[in-house]
Nanobody, 122 residues
Framework: QVQLVESGGGLVQAGGSLRLSCAAS????????MGWFRQAPRKEREFVAA????????YYDASMKGQFTIPRDNTKNTVYLQMNSLKPEDTAVYYC???????????????WGQGTQVTVSS
């Protein structure tokens, strides 16, 4: 079992940056692929980015690559989502997830956090 707790959300102006954190606990956390997803109001949850167990291989949604990065620190059992040049359309609840495959399919992720709200004002 893996427990995930997100933090770092909040209100930011358009053009600003924000870094989300996802603290993981449980057995062999460092062996999991870690991913970030988001869900905007009245929209389906969508994939943002993922990183493999050693932090070297990453995978991004094509529309978000270059704007977001997903560093990982296994010594702290924490994965981050660095978000730059934020736009109002980035407003969403952001979820952290742990899984076994480096891809954007939600079914590949077995454990989920509760989410953290990010609001970008214009």
């Amino acid at each position: 079992q893996v427990q995930l707790v997100e933090s770092g959300g909040g209100l930011v102006q358009a053009g600003g940056s924000l870094r989300l954190s996802c603290a993981a606990s449980g057995r062999t956390v460092s062996a999991y692929v870690m991913g970030w997803f988001r869900q905007a109001p009245r929209k389906e949850r969508e994939f943002v980015a993922a990183v493999n167990w050693n932090g070297i291989s990453t995978y991004y949604d094509a529309s978000m690559k270059g704007q977001f990065t997903i560093p990982r620190d296994n010594t702290k059992n924490t994965v981050y989502l660095q978000m730059n040049s934020l736009k109002p359309e980035d407003t969403a609840v952001y979820y952290c997830a742990a899984g076994s495959s480096l891809n954007g399919a939600q079914r590949s992720y077995d454990f989920w956090g509760q989410g953290t709200q990010v609001t970008v004002s214009s």
